[in-house]
């Protein structure tokens, strides 16, 4: 056995053991909406009895932004973060990958224990685009990657196709459930939204007002790697770490959706 090089009490604790390789995007983004997503429902299973609703939202959020940026700092210690709950940092738009994430979507929805409408969103993204990402979904007991990307998945049995909005953003989306002979339903958090997408669990979600980067990034790039065909309400690519970060709407279609959805869209303008 090799003797520690210095003593025990100067050794400083980290949650990255120095003789481990390192993870790459995809795990990493994987590990931290993991992570971040199992210490909110440990926050919310702890004190929900102490905290009202409001409150508890509030620390939901603080706690899972602080945890996403101290861990990144460790892991990436050269990169940006942009988070939902951090100040503005303009360095952002100069440097060469920025973490964006949002530490708890579907803020609303977290304190109830029996919703699944809330998630965490962690995606980096270089030159504009994301390179990697992860959407963390307590409430389904499931980490969507960009790595394990296995979808779209089976439609479950339905009649008529199902298109999934925001509770208060249902016109554009019954415009496209129109064309499609198909249903509406509403759902809280766009992350759950997309990977309900994801999952085969609904054909498209639409979003028809403006989002913020951190309420798209991740969802969109998961939906993505899983060959959903993803675009603003416009049809236009979506761009990141923009002066304004601001998404203009968000469509995230099955492939076999995705045409009539737009000139659905397109109709609408
Ligand atoms: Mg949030």
Redesign the pocket.
């Known amino acids: 056995m090799v003797a520690p090089s210095r003593p025990l009490a100067f050794v400083v604790a980290s949650s990255v053991p120095p003789h481990e390789p390192e993870l790459d995007d995809h795990r990493l983004a994987a590990e931290l909406a993991e992570v971040a997503g199992a210490t909110l429902v440990d926050l919310r299973d702890r004190t929900a009895a102490r905290y009202d609703p409001w409150s508890l939202r509030d620390r939901g ?1 603080q706690v899972s932004h602080d945890l996403l940026v101290e861990r990144l700092g460790e892991h990436r210690p050269d990169d940006h973060v942009m988070s ?2 951090g100040a503005e940092d303009r360095r952002r738009l100069e440097a060469e990958r920025c973490w964006i994430v ?6 609303y929805d977290y304190p109830f224990v029996d919703s699944i409408e809330w998630a965490v969103h962690v995606a980096v993204v270089e030159n504009q685009r994301p390179t990697a990402a992860a959407v963390a979904v307590p409430g389904m007991g499931q980490v969507f990657a960009t790595d394990r990307a296995e979808g779209p998945g089976e439609r479950t049995a339905r009649d008529k196709p199902l298109v999934v909005s925001g509770r208060s953003t249902a016109y554009a989306a019954a415009a496209v459930a129109d064309e499609l002979g198909g249903q509406l339903t509403a759902c809280g958090s766009a992350g759950v939204k997309a990977m309900l997408v994801v999952t085969g669990a609904v054909d498209v979600y639409v979003h028809s007002s403006g989002l913020w980067e ?2 798209v990034c991740a969802p969109a790039a998961v939906a993505e790697a899983n060959g959903l065909i993803v675009t603003d309400i416009d049809g236009d690519e979506i761009l990141y770490n923009k002066s304004r970060p601001i998404v203009r709407g968000l469509v995230i279609a099955r492939p076999e959706y995705a045409r009539a959805a737009r000139s659905a869209l397109a109709d609408l303008i």
Request: glycine letters at 10%; hydrophobic letters at 20%; aromatic letters at 10%.
């Open positions: 959020d939902e709950e949002d530490p708890l979507d579907g803020t951190w309420d």
